[in-house]
């Protein structure tokens, strides 16, 4: 598949999705994330991939925030439709994939930016990396989810004292609070992004995915997480990479899961 805005690699189980426009410092414009949405939606269906990583181009942005040029006219209508469709074909779709991403952040992950990485299933970060949920300095607020999934990640009043006052914080501070998971040089970003995908990779994909649901079951209103644990649990003793992982333990030999 040929996008304008983004690079999507492949290598063995593990795909890589690079967000391409650096002159804009990766700005999320509509093109891009229509091409975001087509991009996960065939690595998802490819058996042979097993994680995602999700980065930005250049050494200065992950996403420095949804495309300002393209929304700064809008009518009220125009705005509640922007945040409905990029919830629906990005941001929710992200979050519910089975197969996990890893956000990656390079630099500056502002506004969309922050909203992309927090909807990814976990985030590591180079030590120049900037976050913030900037949109009360524009007049507006985070439209993609990020006044949801901040205060998951950083808990309430962390949340809300960055969202009032639009600033950022540095990558250690966000690795503090809970935001990333990890710090390293904006050398070493990918090659450990890559590191914890080979180790992901190694384990049964089909109990991944289970994991991703039994989680993402504590923050849907009105579901009760416990129960789908329960059930995903359940499901787990009718596959094949069960039967793989267990007898594998037992023989005392290293699994091969076949997803
Ligand atoms: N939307 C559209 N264009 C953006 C953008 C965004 N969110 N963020 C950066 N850009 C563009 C700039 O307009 C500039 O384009 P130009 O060279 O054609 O003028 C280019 O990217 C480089 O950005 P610039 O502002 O010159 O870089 P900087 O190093 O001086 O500042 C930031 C970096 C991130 C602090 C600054 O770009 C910024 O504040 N961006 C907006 C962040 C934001 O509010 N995001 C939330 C949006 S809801």
Redesign the pocket.
């Known amino acids: 598949m040929n996008f304008e805005n983004i690079l999507v690699d492949k290598n063995d189980s593990l795909a890589q999705i690079t967000i391409n426009r650096p002159?804009?410092?990766n700005?999320l414009n509509k093109a891009t994330i229509n091409e975001l949405n087509l991009a996960f939606e065939a690595l998802e269906d490819d058996n042979s991939i097993r994680v995602i990583i999700l980065t930005g181009s250049g050494e200065?942005?992950f996403v420095?925030?949804?495309?300002?040029?393209e929304f700064a006219h809008f009518s009220v209508d125009e705005g509640r439709s922007l945040a409905k469709s990029g919830q629906e074909m990005l941001f929710d779709y992200v979050e519910n994939l089975s197969t996990p991403v890893i956000a990656a952040l390079n630099g500056?992950a502002?506004?969309?930016?922050l909203e992309l990485a927090m909807c990814c299933h976990f985030r590591i970060a180079s030590d120049n990396a900037k976050m913030g949920l900037?949109?009360v300095?524009?007049g507006?607020i985070p439209g993609y989810g990020g006044t949801q999934r901040l205060p998951q990640l950083v808990g309430k009043g962390k949340a809300m004292e960055m969202i009032m006052t639009a600033g950022m914080i540095s990558a250690e501070e966000s690795k503090e609070c809970g935001l990333i998971n990890q710090v390293t040089t904006q050398e070493e970003l990918l090659p450990l992004a890559n590191k914890i995908a080979s180790k992901i990779a190694r384990n049964s994909s089909v109990a991944i995915s289970a994991a991703i649901r039994a989680i993402n079951a504590n923050f849907e209103y009105g579901v009760n997480g416990f129960d789908v644990e329960i059930e995903e649990f359940g499901e787990c003793f009718g596959t094949k990479d069960f039967s793989e992982g267990t007898t594998a333990f037992l023989n005392k030999t290293k699994p091969s899961f076949k997803n």
């Open positions: 002159k804009k410092l700005a200065k942005a420095a925030g949804a495309d300002i040029s500056f502002l506004g969309g930016g900037p949109e300095s524009l507006v």
